[in-house]
């Protein structure tokens, strides 16, 4: 069967190239430097590479919604690095009107990771961590305290501390790969419970893939995010 002249032309200019049919293009940035960023108008995507023993891992991105990273970290302890996309609120908790994120990613089968939210509040005192998918050896910090239906997602929430902050950690009762999340309400759930109060800022919101362990090299990817602000 002969092929439409503008189908020839792009076979040709393909082959010239060296490049098949079905080869991958370049993503817009990408990255393998521990603590790469790059930005995408009010958001930042960040490779972060910063637990002890971490092996290579790089980044790629076409925008704050459309991100990954292929990580080849050992099967030891430790976090080893939380590639994210973060865009900062700078509000108090009490003037929020109106705080929400959507998500969906793709992560492996294999290995050690949770994909997670990290929001940071009153300049790092207080970190939030919602997690929304774990697999392997990984767990939150610090005990069980409670367990809520909050912001649209049932929770086994944690109250501990890292030693530098404390660490508030709603682990959702069942893993999901996609979904919304009505952030305001897990933040007035806490002042609610007198983990702060109304007048505590909300610094930055990072949403991302905190991993332990992926040895032989595994795909992590990001295809739907953001965050609406009121």
Do not use: C
């Amino acid at each position: 069967m002969r092929l439409p002249r503008l189908v020839t032309v792009a076979v040709a200019v393909l082959a010239t190239l060296g490049l098949g049919a079905g080869a991958a293009y370049a993503a817009v940035w990408e990255s393998s430097e521990k603590f790469a960023t790059w930005s995408d108008g009010d958001y930042i995507v960040r490779n972060n590479i910063w637990g002890s023993g971490a092996g290579s891992q790089t980044i790629w991105a076409n925008s704050h919604g459309d991100w990954g990273v292929t990580a080849d970290h050992p099967n030891t302890g430790g976090v080893k690095s939380y590639p994210h996309v973060g865009r900062t609120v700078d509000e108090s908790v009490g003037a929020i009107d109106g705080l929400s994120s959507e998500f969906a990613v793709t992560a492996p089968e294999s290995g050690s990771y949770a994909t997670a939210y990290d929001i940071w509040v009153d300049n790092h005192d207080y970190e939030i961590m919602l997690w929304m998918n774990q697999h392997g050896a990984v767990g939150p910090i610090g005990s069980r305290v409670d367990t809520i239906e909050v912001g649209g997602h049932r929770w086994d929430v944690h109250r501990g501390s890292n030693g530098s902050n404390e660490v508030f950690s709603f682990v959702r009762t069942g893993d999901t790969s996609s979904g919304t999340v009505d952030v305001e309400a897990v933040l007035d759930w806490i002042v609610q419970r007198g983990w702060f109060d109304s007048g505590a800022t909300v610094g930055e919101v990072q949403f991302g893939f905190e991993i332990t362990s992926s040895s032989g090299g595994l795909d992590f990817a990001t295809s739907r995010y953001s965050l609406s602000a009121g």
